[in-house]
T-cell receptor, first 115, second 113 residues
């Protein structure tokens, strides 16, 4: 069974710092990996989607990498801002998920960027 | 266009009552998912719809849970005889197809007293 782990569970950094969030998954047989942010009391906002054949994706100050063979992904946030404060979730679509292709989520990293 | 919408945003009910949650996917998205997020826990998959195919119900926790979707439009998730452990945020997501990027709605927070 696919398991997704995110470390650390919480992270606090001063504004302007670059930071890296980590995600690991136990089964490298995945279709894709998706990073989300979740603000308190709100739904999930999709940040980046990396297909299994890709190594990285970039959007603005965000860069996500994927090393499928080692079961790892990182989300790099450059020049962090207080508005980046949120919980960041990593999720994979395991090949074992069958036709549904549903996401298997990690527990998230709660990021606080201090002004 | 508009994103995924869900209603109601909050629902408080008494144990034993039935509740119905609604999801409006992004227009043109054939795939629709329901997930549940209980307090302090990760998101759990509940059910998947793809076009007019039979839904994948493998994530439903009990037979008190059911869902419907007409074609590629609105979906409703029904929980019968609600229990306190059903308290959670119920999230709906849609995508152009299975394994495409999933877009989530704001969720319905269900509280069972």
């Amino acid at each position: 069974k696919q398991e997704v782990t995110q470390i650390p569970a919480a992270l606090s950094v001063p504004e302007g710092e670059n930071l890296v969030l980590n995600c690991s998954f136990t089964d490298s047989a995945i279709y894709n990996l998706q990073w989300f942010r979740q603000d308190p009391g709100k739904g999930l906002t999709s940040l980046l989607l990396i297909q299994s054949s890709q190594r990285e994706q970039t959007s603005g100050r965000l860069n996500a990498s994927l090393d499928k063979s080692s079961g790892r992904s990182t989300l790099y946030i450059a020049a962090s801002q207080p508005g980046d404060s949120a919980t960041y979730l990593c999720a994979v679509v395991p090949i074992s998920s069958g036709s549904a292709r549903q996401l298997t989520f990690g527990s998230g990293t709660q990021l606080t960027v201090l002004p | 266009g508009a994103g995924v919408s869900q209603s109601p945003s909050n629902k408080v009910t008494e144990k034993g009552k039935d509740v119905e949650l609604r999801c409006d996917p992004i227009s043109g998205h054939t795939a629709l998912y329901w997930y549940r997020q209980r307090l302090g826990q990760g998101l759990e998959f509940l059910i998947y719809f793809q076009g007019n195919s039979a839904p994948d119900k493998s994530g439903l926790p009990s037979d008190r849970f059911s869902a419907e979707r007409t074609g590629e439009s609105v979906s409703t998730l029904t929980i019968q005889r609600t229990q306190q452990e059903d308290s959670a945020v119920y999230l709906c997501a849609s995508s152009l197809s299975a394994s495409a990027e999933q877009f989530f709605g704001p969720g319905t927070r269900l509280t069972v007293l």
